[in-house]
């Protein structure tokens, strides 16, 4: 992007700038990075409520009497079978197997769906998507100028949405949504979100946001909710062991790469684009183990970053995807795929190599925090 004036605002804009945000470039999208402290902002989803405008994310309708079936072709996981008011978390890939995006796909109804995709990778999903659509009695619509998508993440969330909803909010379980109306405003109200704690992810109408966001805000008042930037969700999803497409998922991976074969559904009905692809990788990856996706914490206070070298003994044993300090730990961590010889909890002499310096690092299982029940 050359200027601002080319990026995409989400309705919320203005009220951003009224707050004081720091504003980002993502995705073409013109956000906010953090209102004051990242670690404050972080710390209060963590033990209080945050506010997140996801407004950037890539919304696409997916409709009509074959809506499942081209679906279930067009991705690996099991899609006609996820019940109206449930969601699945998902991907598509090539026909190679490398990931295109990894997706959350809610049933809204018998025949309609909503995939939600990575702002980055908005228009290649809707792309391949309606390529996909060809021969089925299904409509492929881009839906990302009728939403805004505002979270409230944290253990104070369901207190606060419960003021401002009737909504059975008790009977929504994790990756289900419902329709519903919060603060007199019509959503669809998803207990989802990418931060590692309970929350919820309201689908509104963009001439909506504010109304909500502001009744949010007054309701959150009393239990220390705070607006949040991109940057926090992006240490609390690190922390959570969350994976971010361009980090730990690409193109260059399929899911059994990246230690989520688990989504692949080999055993539903017919055929899906990529299935052979993923057979044998699949097959490759049970006889001789990939690299595996790895905590790394540090012994010291220098942060690692994406595409720093993990190495052992001298030799490149894996790369950094994504590093940070932790507010939560109180010290930097990494994800970083790694030789399985040395991806076992406790491995020793593993190190990041940090500008020439070999940072001594302990490897251990992702998450880094999971949030008590």
């Given amino acids: 992007m050359s200027s601002t004036e080319e990026l995409r605002h989400t309705a919320l804009d203005a009220l951003h700038r009224s707050l004081g945000a720091t504003m980002t470039d993502f995705a073409g999208w013109d956000m906010p990075l953090r209102y004051g402290s990242e670690r404050d902002e972080h710390t209060a989803v963590r033990t209080r409520a945050g506010l997140f405008d996801l407004s950037h994310m890539g919304e696409i309708a997916v409709t009509g009497p074959q809506a499942a079936a081209l679906l279930d072709f067009a991705l690996v996981g099991n899609i006609g079978g996820v019940k109206p008011g449930r969601a699945r978390y998902t991907m598509i890939c090539r026909a190679d197997g490398g990931i ?3 997706l959350i796909v809610y049933r809204l109804a ?43 993440q944290g253990p104070e969330s369901p207190g606060i949405l419960k003021s401002l909803t009737d909504a059975d909010l008790d009977g929504l379980k994790y990756y289900a ?38 009744a949010l805000t007054e309701a959150g008042a ?17 922390e959570a062991g969350m994976p971010l497409y361009g ?36 097959e490759r990856a049970a006889a001789k183990p990939p690299r595996v996706l790895v905590g790394l914490v540090a012994e010291g206070r220098r942060v690692p970053r994406a595409g720093f070298s993990v190495v052992s003994g001298g ?25 399985a010889a040395h991806a076992v909890p406790g491995t ?19 998450p880094f925090y999971k949030r008590q029940k």
């Fill in 177 to 214: 949504g419902l329709p519903g109306t919060v603060a007199g405003v019509p959503a669809l109200i998803a207990r989802t979100g990418y931060t590692g704690e309970d929350g919820f992810e309201l689908f509104v109408k963009p001439e909506h946001a504010v109304e909500l966001w502001q």
């Fill in 100 to 102: 295109l995006d990894d």
């Fill in 348 to 366: 020793p002499g593993v190190g990041v190599d940090i500008r020439g310096t070999h940072e001594p690092y302990e490897v251990v299982a992702l």
């Fill in 110 to 152: 018998e025949t309609e769906y909503l995939v939600v995709a990575n702002a980055s990778n908005a228009q290649t999903v809707l792309d391949a998507l309606v390529e996909r659509s060809a021969g089925f009695d299904a409509e492929v619509r881009d839906d990302r100028d009728a939403y805004a998508l505002i979270a409230v």
């Fill in 315 to 339: 030799e490149v044993i894996g790369e950094v995807t994504s590093g940070a300090p932790s507010p939560t730990l109180g010290k930097p961590i990494a994800m970083a795929y790694v030789d």
């Fill in 247 to 282: 980090h730990e998922l690409s193109t260059a991976l399929t899911p059994f790469d990246a230690g989520l074969g688990r989504v692949v559904k080999f055993e539903k009905e017919g055929d899906f684009v990529g299935r052979e692809a993923l057979r044998e990788a699949a």
């Fill in 222 to 238: 009393g239990v220390g909710l705070v607006p949040c930037g991109l940057s926090c969700r992006d240490t609390l999803r690190l």
